[in-house]
């Protein structure tokens, strides 16, 4: 067959705009393949009894890889979809669609880093290449102002260099029509019973609705943006909330950190607090990419953990510690998978410096709840309250604050009834 065919494998990506791996393999092939696996390594059964991936994060990825098809539709084209290890999947559809090469976007946590060498080598074996885009940062690793082993360790000096010597990339463009080979099974998109979950059951008191998918970040872009000039969006609805609450389409790729900047660049200094956040995530992800697990390795903190630190992390996990902010924010969490950067920091905080609990199972759960969880973000910023790392200074000085000493104004406090919570505690109908 003289046709090239290129595998594009989604992963933590799932969009058409701003897609480089899209748009050069459109350039690049006569036919384009692209294809997502349900990898069950993500759905497990952890050894606390949790789920690696909760019902809520779950429910929203299914919608934005329906989102994806649809739209690859749209272009003329078709997504591949199947359940299995993409080790074994990726090299049986290369041989099936006779391709050419395959191209993927790289990661830094050393899970998903693991997959992306397995599947190299089982291609290797083929003689077909992997090639590796870099794509879930805001600035690209070779604008940096130094190589990866001399990026700063203090955020302060990075974000300095870099807002000075670095400047963010264009959006790439998007394609005008996709190719795909002749599909006879794409797939069906699996059920949340499928993957060993069951259907979340949505709060009434929740304040946001999350869909996934590129489509409903699109209109979350636009929606967060049109009141940034607002001094109650800057402010926030109780005073401490003014985020746009991007990072769930931004966690797998709905939307990319670019098309966020190049938006917000359109409000000048209105913007300025995005742009600090999107920087943010560009930090621990080359932090990641510095000194990959050693960034979030533990130093001597067991002879600092509570005696009976695993009772107190079941109070804090379901939200009994009788701190009304905590269990608020705990309740909120167990029952929408998502509650605001300020409150991650003060229940993480709680956990680790009050009850003195082990941060890592802090850092699990959050990883099962929530629905914009990133591993780098999120372990990146557990390891920067548990002070396990070489950083020397933190964005996190309202974690320093007692939680008595601040106010929950939230739907979350006093209507929360214990027997609401099923044994992985999430919220299920009384």
């Not at 349900?38 to 949790?50: E, H, K, L, V």
């Not at 929203?60 to 329906?66: I, T, Y």
Request: glycine share 6%; hydrophobic share 40%.
């Amino acid at each position: 067959m003289s046709d090239k065919t290129i595998l594009v494998w989604f992963r933590n990506d799932l969009r058409i705009r701003d897609n480089e791996i899209l748009l050069e393999a459109v350039r690049k092939a006569d036919k384009v393949l692209p294809v997502y696996c349900f990898d069950p390594y993500y759905f497990q059964t952890t050894a606390t009894g949790g789920h690696k991936t909760g019902s809520f994060r779950a429910r929203f990825l299914l919608e934005a890889v329906a989102d994806l098809r649809k739209n690859l539709q749209a272009f003329g084209a078709e997504l591949l979809i199947r359940i299995g290890n993409p080790a074994g999947i990726i090299p049986l559809l290369a041989e099936e669609y006779h391709v050419s090469e395959v191209y993927h976007h790289r990661e830094v946590a050393y899970e998903e880093t693991r997959i992306s060498e397995q599947v190299e080598a089982a291609l290797w074996k083929m003689k077909l290449n992997l090639k590796h885009f870099i794509g879930h940062t805001m600035y690209h690793k070779e604008d940096l102002p130094f190589p990866i082993k001399d990026i700063p360790d203090s955020f302060a000096v990075f974000k300095k260099k870099v807002e000075r010597e670095s400047s963010v990339r264009p959006v790439v463009p998007t394609p005008d029509h996709i190719t795909v080979p002749e599909i006879a099974d794409a797939g069906e998109l699996p059920t949340l019973h499928q993957l060993g979950l069951t259907e979340p059951v949505d709060d009434p008191r929740a304040t946001e609705n999350f869909q996934g998918g590129e489509t409903a970040a699109l209109v979350q872009l636009h929606k967060s943006l049109a009141g940034i000039d607002s001094p109650a969006k800057q402010k926030g609805k109780n005073g401490n909330d003014a985020s746009t609450k991007l990072s769930p389409w931004m966690s797998i790729g709905c939307i990319s950190p670019r098309q966020v900047y190049w938006e917000t660049q359109k409000y000048g200094n209105n913007g300025n607090l995005l742009k600090l956040e999107l920087l943010w995530r560009d930090y621990f992800r080359f932090m990641f990419k510095k000194h990959g697990q050693k960034f979030i390795s533990a130093k001597n903190q067991a002879a600092e953990l509570a005696a009976d630190q695993n009772a107190l992390f079941e109070k804090w996990k379901l939200g009994e510690t009788g701190v009304p902010l905590i269990d608020a924010a705990m309740h909120e969490l167990n029952a929408t998978g998502y509650i605001s950067n300020q409150n991650r920091q003060i229940v993480a905080n709680y956990l680790v410096n009050t009850l003195k609990a082990d941060w890592t199972k802090g850092a699990a759960y959050f990883e099962e709840k929530l629905i914009d969880y990133s591993p780098a973000s999120n372990w990146g910023n557990w390891a920067f309250i548990a002070g396990v790392n070489d950083a020397k200074e933190s964005k996190y000085a309202i974690a320093t604050k007692l939680p008595k000493e601040l106010e929950a104004k939230t739907d979350f406090v006093l209507t929360w009834q214990p027997s609401s919570i099923d044994e992985a505690g999430d919220l299920v109908e009384a």
